[in-house]
């Protein structure tokens, strides 16, 4: 059962320009950030957001297209990849229908990269941010 977002204490947007990504251009128009820059997280707006947390942080994703006039069929979060900072039962996992929000926990210390898959506009598109648990 995914964490409910109203509990989470660490908050991840995914702020997508679709418009890249419909010329082909990758990850291009991916921008992520956090709330944590007071506590050390680095690359906010850009796809190699590292976000700083305590142990045992729950966090929560959240996928929003930049254009309020896109169509949110089109904005989805495919899947967060495996990470060692998940532990073993911090996977994130899909929090609503629309899969346009994902909660997990952080369960082990040191930095970890992990892969967020998003599907925008029927692509596929994969960044790679990471976390630092303390």
């Known amino acids: 059962m995914a964490i409910t ?11 997508v320009d679709i418009n890249p990504i419909i010329q082909g251009q ?34 929560c994703w959240q996928i929003i297209p930049i254009d309020p006039n ?24 899909s929090a609503s229908r629309d899969n346009t929000i994902f909660t997990g ?3 082990n210390t040191g930095s970890a990269p992990y892969s967020l898959a998003l599907d925008v506009n029927f692509t596929t598109v994969t960044v790679n941010p990471s976390v630092t648990v303390s």
């Open 5 to 15: 977002p109203s509990t989470c204490d660490v908050f991840i947007q995914v702020w």
């Open 26 to 59: 990758g990850s291009e128009g991916v921008y992520l950030v956090d709330n944590r820059v007071s506590s050390g997280s680095t690359g906010g707006g850009t796809s190699a957001l590292d976000t700083n947390c305590t142990n045992n942080s729950t966090v």
């Open 70 to 93: 896109a169509d949110l069929t089109q904005f989805q979060i495919q899947s967060i990849g495996n990470s060692n900072a998940w532990g073993n039962t911090g996977q994130p996992q």
């Open 105 to 107: 926990q952080v369960e």
